[in-house]
């Protein structure tokens, strides 16, 4: 039962280059989110999808992309990577209903050098 | 969402109960409280959810204050592996998707 899967599990890139954080869950939820977390801080959200085929944005979506051809994957991109954008990324599925109780992957560590 | 309130660090001895108390003095009617952790270097891990009524479930007990400003999240017999960081969400059940995750407690148990 692998859950919410996040790959790569650690990235560096230079400035400038762009690249794909890809989340895959086998849960068949509805709701897929993309959150970064710095240090000392709790995490933020970018961008979230109600279904396959939607997204929007969430609190901090400046300079990422999302989309979400298919029901279980969900992916996160960087056009142009700056150092501000080094972070660790967590994706999260939620099914409908159930309130809003999220599963979580187990992240992405990102360095823009 | 309700702003909410948590200590920055806790210790609790093994085997004891541990007591996380969470302030949400400005929570609206329908909005519920969340408890989640974060295990260092994984992803945060749901524990418990509850509207009014205390809850339980085989993790945790959620006790919510009458007036509702204000939880604690019980952890009955702690271990080393419930060292972690512990987050207070208060949210409605619908509208944005937004989770706000503040800077949590720190909880330490100590052999």
């Known amino acids: 039962n692998a859950g919410v899967t996040q790959t790569p599990k650690f990235r560096v890139l230079k400035t400038g280059q762009s690249m794909t954080l890809l989340c895959a869950q086998d849960?068949?939820?509805?709701?897929m989110y993309w959150y970064r977390q710095d240090p000392g801080m709790g995490l933020r959200l970018i961008h979230y999808?109600?279904?396959?085929?939607?997204?929007a944005k969430g609190e901090v979506p400046d300079g990422y992309n999302v989309s979400r051809l298919k029901k279980q994957n969900f992916l996160l991109g960087l056009e142009s990577a700056a150092p501000s954008q080094t972070s660790v990324y967590f994706c999260?599925?939620?099914?409908?209903?159930?309130?809003?109780?999220?599963?979580f992957g187990a992240g992405t560590r990102l360095s823009v050098l | 969402d309700a702003k909410t309130t948590q200590p920055t660090s806790m210790d609790c001895a093994e085997g004891r109960a541990a007591n996380l108390p969470c302030n949400h003095s400005?929570?609206?009617?329908?909005?519920?409280v969340y408890w989640y952790r974060q295990i260092h270097s994984q992803g945060p891990q749901y524990i418990i959810h509850?509207?009014?009524n205390n809850e339980t479930n085989e993790m945790a007990s959620l006790i919510i204050t009458e007036d509702r400003k204000s939880s604690t999240l019980i952890l009955p017999h702690a271990t080393l592996r419930d060292t972690a960081v512990y987050y207070c969400?208060?949210?409605?059940?619908?509208?944005?998707?937004?989770?706000?995750f503040g800077t949590g407690t720190r909880l330490t148990i100590i052999p």
């Open positions: 999260a599925s939620r099914p409908t209903g159930r309130g809003n109780i999220q599963y």
């Open positions: 849960m068949n939820h509805e709701y």
């Open positions: 999808s109600v279904g396959e085929g939607t997204t």
């Open positions: 400005t929570i609206s009617g329908n909005e519920y």
């Open positions: 509850g509207l009014k």
């Open positions: 969400i208060v949210r409605a059940i619908f509208g944005n998707e937004k989770l706000t």
